[in-house]
C-alpha cells in the first residue's frame, strides 16, 4: 500500500515546495515505492477523475468505508477499475477488501457511467472524459495534445525517418484530425509548420519500442521546448561556440546540437565549421542525464558536458568560453504552464462523508483570457483531502487558495535568480546571441524578466536588445502569440511590464489549452549590437524604476541586498 499513501503524500505536500512535480517526486528521499509508479499513478488518476468521482459518491463507498479517504478512495479506485493487475496491494490489506468488498456496484457504476457517454471503447471513454475535463477547466474541449516527435539530424534526416519510422502515417493538416472517433493510437502525423524537423503525431501513439527512439534518431520533446534552441540558431548557425547553462535534461542541448549538424551538412564549403557546444547544470544528479542523453542523440561529438557546473559559478573571461557568442538559458521556474507531466495535477475528489460545502467562489471557473496570465498552478493540501469539488477549490473561510502554490515570495525569488542568470550571460566577452525560456505563464517571471535585464548596466553598457520579431527565424516569426503588457494580480490588480510594443513582440508566448497544443511557455532572443557609451541615466530606465541585479544562485533562498527586485509597484 505504500504506493498510494506515497501518492497522497506527494500530492499533500506544502505548496511553497519548489521543482516541479516530477523532479520532486524523483529527489524525494521519503518515498517507499518507485518514484515512476507514484508518478504513473497519479498522472493516470488524474486523467479520469471526473468519471471516478461519479462513480464513486454513485456507489456510495464513502459513507460505508470510514478508512478511505477521498483521495485514496479515487487512487484505489482507479486501479481496481482500470489498473492491469489491479489494486497494488496484499488481498488481506484493509483498504484493498474496503474497495473490493463493493466490486459490484463500482463495476456496475462504472458500466452506467461509459454508457451515459455513449462510448463503446475505453478508449473512447478516456477520450470523452478528456473533453469533459478541458471543458470545465475552459478550455477548448477540443483542444488535442499530440505527442511531438523531433528528429535528430546527428544521427538522421526527415527525409529517411519519413520512409522508414512514418512510412505508415497518413499525413494531415491539423492537430484535429489527429484524433478521430476517441482513437489517441491511430497511425496520423502533422509536419509542424514552426519548427524544423518535428512532427505532431495522435497522443497514444507509443514509440518506446521503435528502433529510431531507441537509437536516438528521434526525441520526444514538447513543440514550444523547441523554441529555444531555434530561436537562438536558426537554421544557418556559424557565429561561434554555443552555451546551454541550465541543460539537464538534455533536451535542448541535443536540439542545439540537431539544428548545427543540419546547418553543416547542408552548407557547401562550411563542413569544418568548428562551432561547438558546452552544456551545464548545477546539479551532478541531472548532469548524468544529461551525458546519457546526449550520448544516445549521437551529439557527443560536438558538445561537452560540464557535470554538476553551476552556470553563476562560471568566469567569462575564462578561456574555454572566448568563442562563446550564443549562449541558451532555460532556468528553474514555478513550471506554472507544463500540462499533466510535470505539474501537481488537479484532482476531483469524490464528496467524503464529513466533507464541508465548498466555497462557490471557489467552484466558479473563470476561463483564462489569452493575453492575461494565470496566477494559479493546482495542488493539493491536507485540509482539502475532503473537498468534494476540486482538490483545487477555496473553503468558505479566508484560508488562501491553494491553487496558487507558488506564493508571490517565491516567484519573486525566482525572478530575482532567472535575472541573475540572464545578466551573467550578458558579460561573456564574444556574446552575440542569447535565448532565454520558462515554462510559466507568469508574467514575473517572463516579460517582468526582459524588462529588468534590458534596465541592467551590463544591457545599456554593451548595447543588448530584444530581437525583433522580422529578425526571428521564419519558423518563429510566423508564431502568432505574443508577450503580454499588463497582468491581473491576486489583489484584482493590474500590473503592466513596461516594455515597448516592439519588444513586446519580440517575446513569444505558448498558452495551455488552446489549439497550438503545446503548454505554457515562454522565449524570447537577446541580440548585442556593440559597446555602447552611457551617459546619465536612460528614460527608459528612469520610467522604469528598475534595479540593477547581481548575486549567485547561492543567493536564492537568502535575503538579499537592496538591489534584489521585491516585486511590481503599486
Same mark, same amino acid.
Given at each position: 500500500?505504500?504506493?498510494?499513501?506515497?501518492?497522497?503524500?506527494?500530492?499533500?505536500?506544502?505548496?511553497?515546495?519548489?521543482?516541479?512535480?516530477?523532479?520532486?517526486?524523483?529527489?524525494?528521499?521519503?518515498?517507499?515505492?518507485?518514484?515512476?509508479?507514484?508518478?504513473?499513478?497519479?498522472?493516470?488518476?488524474?486523467?479520469?477523475?471526473?468519471?471516478?468521482?461519479?462513480?464513486?459518491?454513485?456507489?456510495?463507498?464513502?459513507?460505508?468505508?470510514?478508512?478511505?479517504?477521498?483521495?485514496?478512495?479515487?487512487?484505489?479506485?482507479?486501479?481496481?477499475?482500470?489498473?492491469?493487475?489491479?489494486?497494488?496491494?496484499?488481498?488481506?490489506?484493509?483498504?484493498?477488501?474496503?474497495?473490493?468488498?463493493?466490486?459490484? +456496484?463500482?463495476?456496475?457504476?462504472?458500466?452506467?457511467?461509459?454508457?451515459?457517454?455513449?462510448?463503446?471503447?475505453?478508449?473512447?471513454?478516456?477520450?470523452?472524459?478528456?473533453?469533459?475535463?478541458?471543458?470545465?477547466?475552459?478550455?477548448s474541449a477540443s483542444a488535442v495534445y499530440p505527442r511531438w516527435v523531433r528528429i535528430n539530424n546527428v544521427?538522421?534526416?526527415?527525409?529517411?525517418?519519413?520512409?522508414?519510422?512514418f512510412a505508415s502515417f497518413q499525413t494531415v493538416d491539423t492537430l484535429d484530425e489527429l484524433v478521430v472517433?476517441?482513437?489517441?493510437?491511430?497511425? +496520423?502525423?502533422?509536419?509542424?509548420?514552426?519548427?524544423?524537423?518535428?512532427?505532431?503525431?495522435?497522443?497514444?501513439?507509443?514509440?518506446?519500442?521503435?528502433?529510431?527512439?531507441?537509437?536516438?534518431?528521434?526525441?520526444?520533446?514538447?513543440?514550444?521546448?523547441?523554441?529555444?534552441?531555434?530561436?537562438?540558431?536558426?537554421?544557418?548557425?556559424?557565429?561561434?561556440?554555443?552555451?546551454?547553462?541550465?541543460?539537464?535534461?538534455?533536451?535542448?542541448?541535443?536540439?542545439?546540437?540537431?539544428?548545427?549538424?543540419?546547418?553543416?551538412?547542408?552548407?557547401?564549403?562550411?563542413?569544418?565549421?568548428?562551432?561547438?557546444?558546452?552544456?551545464?547544470?548545477?546539479?551532478?544528479?541531472?548532469?548524468?542525464?544529461?551525458?546519457?542523453m546526449v550520448a544516445t542523440a549521437g551529439a557527443d561529438r560536438l558538445v561537452t558536458v560540464l557535470p554538476?557546473?553551476?552556470?553563476?559559478?562560471?568566469?567569462?573571461?575564462?578561456?574555454?568560453?572566448?568563442?562563446?557568442?550564443?549562449?541558451?538559458?532555460?532556468?528553474?521556474?514555478?513550471?506554472?504552464?507544463?500540462?499533466?507531466?510535470?505539474?501537481?495535477?488537479?484532482?476531483?475528489?469524490?464528496?467524503?462523508?464529513?466533507?464541508?460545502?465548498?466555497?462557490?467562489?471557489?467552484?466558479?471557473?473563470?476561463?483564462?483570457?489569452?493575453?492575461?496570465?494565470?496566477?494559479?498552478?493546482?495542488?493539493?493540501?491536507?485540509?482539502?483531502?475532503?473537498?468534494?469539488?476540486?482538490?483545487?477549490?477555496?473553503?468558505?473561510?479566508?484560508?488562501?487558495?491553494?491553487?496558487?502554490?507558488?506564493?508571490?515570495?517565491?516567484?519573486?525569488?525566482?525572478?530575482?535568480?532567472?535575472?541573475?542568470?540572464?545578466?551573467?550571460?550578458?558579460?561573456?566577452?564574444?556574446?552575440?546571441?542569447?535565448?532565454?525560456?520558462?515554462?510559466?505563464?507568469?508574467?514575473?517571471?517572463?516579460?517582468?524578466?526582459?524588462?529588468?535585464?534590458?534596465?541592467?548596466?551590463?544591457?545599456?553598457?554593451?548595447?543588448?536588445?530584444?530581437? +525583433?520579431?522580422?529578425?526571428?527565424?521564419?519558423?518563429?516569426?510566423?508564431?502568432?502569440?505574443?508577450?503580454?503588457?499588463?497582468?491581473?494580480?491576486?489583489?484584482?490588480?493590474?500590473?503592466?511590464?513596461?516594455?515597448?510594443?516592439?519588444?513586446?513582440?519580440?517575446?513569444?508566448?505558448?498558452?495551455?489549452?488552446?489549439?497550438?497544443?503545446?503548454?505554457?511557455?515562454?522565449?524570447?532572443?537577446?541580440?548585442?549590437?556593440?559597446?555602447?557609451?552611457?551617459?546619465?541615466?536612460?528614460?527608459?530606465?528612469?520610467?522604469?524604476?528598475?534595479?540593477?541585479?547581481?548575486?549567485?544562485?547561492?543567493?536564492?533562498?537568502?535575503?538579499?541586498?537592496?538591489?534584489?527586485?521585491?516585486?511590481?509597484?503599486?
Amino acid at each position: 500500500m505504500s504506493l498510494y499513501y506515497d501518492a497522497v503524500g506527494v500530492l499533500t505536500a506544502p505548496a511553497s515546495t519548489g521543482g516541479s512535480f516530477k523532479s520532486r517526486l524523483y529527489n524525494s528521499r521519503t518515498l517507499k515505492a518507485s518514484p515512476a509508479q507514484v508518478y504513473a499513478l497519479v498522472v493516470e488518476a488524474a486523467k479520469w477523475d471526473i468519471l471516478l468521482k461519479e462513480v464513486i459518491d454513485n456507489a456510495g463507498i464513502l459513507k460505508l468505508e470510514p478508512k478511505l479517504t477521498p483521495l485514496l478512495a479515487l487512487l484505489l479506485v482507479h486501479d481496481h477499475l482500470l489498473a492491469k493487475n489491479g489494486i497494488a496491494a496484499t488481498a488481506t490489506h484493509p483498504l484493498r477488501q474496503a474497495v473490493e468488498r463493493h466490486k459490484i +456496484r463500482l463495476k456496475a457504476e462504472f458500466t452506467k457511467a461509459r454508457v451515459r457517454r455513449s462510448c463503446a471503447t475505453i478508449p473512447e471513454l478516456k477520450e470523452a472524459v478528456r473533453r469533459e475535463k478541458l471543458a470545465s477547466q475552459g478550455s477548448s474541449a477540443s483542444a488535442v495534445y499530440p505527442r511531438w516527435v523531433r528528429i535528430n539530424n546527428v544521427r538522421t534526416t526527415m527525409e529517411d525517418q519519413l520512409k522508414t519510422t512514418f512510412a505508415s502515417f497518413q499525413t494531415v493538416d491539423t492537430l484535429d484530425e489527429l484524433v478521430v472517433g476517441g482513437d489517441e493510437k491511430q497511425k +496520423r502525423m502533422r509536419v509542424d509548420p514552426h519548427i524544423p524537423d518535428l512532427l505532431a503525431v495522435a497522443p497514444g501513439v507509443d514509440f518506446s519500442t521503435s528502433p529510431a527512439y531507441k537509437n536516438g534518431e528521434i526525441i520526444l520533446q514538447d513543440k514550444a521546448s523547441c523554441f529555444p534552441a531555434y530561436m537562438l540558431l536558426g537554421e544557418d548557425w556559424e557565429k561561434g561556440d554555443l552555451v546551454d547553462g541550465c541543460a539537464a535534461p538534455g533536451n535542448k542541448t541535443t536540439h542545439m546540437a540537431s539544428l548545427l549538424y543540419k546547418a553543416r551538412a547542408n552548407a557547401t564549403g562550411r563542413r569544418n565549421v568548428s562551432s561547438k557546444i558546452i552544456s551545464m547544470d548545477a546539479s551532478a544528479v541531472r548532469a548524468k542525464t544529461l551525458q546519457k542523453m546526449v550520448a544516445t542523440a549521437g551529439a557527443d561529438r560536438l558538445v561537452t558536458v560540464l557535470p554538476g557546473q553551476d552556470f553563476l559559478a562560471l568566469d567569462p573571461e575564462d578561456p574555454r568560453f572566448e568563442d562563446a557568442t550564443g549562449l541558451l538559458l532555460d532556468p528553474s521556474c514555478s513550471g506554472s504552464g507544463i500540462i499533466g507531466r510535470d505539474d501537481v495535477p488537479t484532482l476531483i475528489l469524490p464528496a467524503g462523508k464529513s466533507a464541508p460545502t465548498p466555497s462557490k467562489k471557489g467552484n466558479q471557473s473563470k476561463k483564462r483570457k489569452r493575453n492575461e496570465a494565470s496566477t494559479a498552478t493546482p495542488t493539493a493540501t491536507q485540509n482539502q483531502l475532503q473537498t468534494p469539488t476540486s482538490v483545487s477549490a477555496t473553503d468558505e473561510n479566508d484560508t488562501p487558495s491553494t491553487s496558487e502554490p507558488m506564493n508571490t515570495e517565491r516567484l519573486l525569488k525566482l525572478s530575482n535568480l532567472q535575472t541573475r542568470i540572464v545578466t551573467h550571460a550578458l558579460s561573456f566577452p564574444a556574446a552575440t546571441h542569447i535565448s532565454y525560456s520558462t515554462c510559466s505563464i507568469h508574467m514575473i517571471e517572463n516579460e517582468a524578466v526582459v524588462r529588468r535585464v534590458l534596465d541592467s548596466d551590463v544591457a545599456r553598457r554593451r548595447g543588448w536588445r530584444v530581437l +525583433r520579431r522580422d529578425e526571428q527565424p521564419a519558423g518563429l516569426r510566423n508564431w502568432e502569440h505574443r508577450g503580454i503588457k499588463t497582468e491581473e494580480g491576486k489583489d484584482g490588480e493590474r500590473r503592466e511590464v513596461g516594455l515597448s510594443e516592439e519588444e513586446l513582440q519580440g517575446c513569444l508566448r505558448c498558452w495551455p489549452g488552446d489549439e497550438e497544443g503545446t503548454g505554457g511557455f515562454f522565449v524570447v532572443g537577446f541580440v548585442r549590437d556593440g559597446d555602447c557609451e552611457i551617459d546619465g541615466e536612460d528614460d527608459a530606465v528612469k520610467r522604469r524604476g528598475n534595479p540593477t541585479v547581481s548575486g549567485s544562485r547561492e543567493d536564492e533562498d537568502e535575503d538579499q541586498e537592496d538591489d534584489e527586485w521585491e516585486g511590481f509597484s503599486d
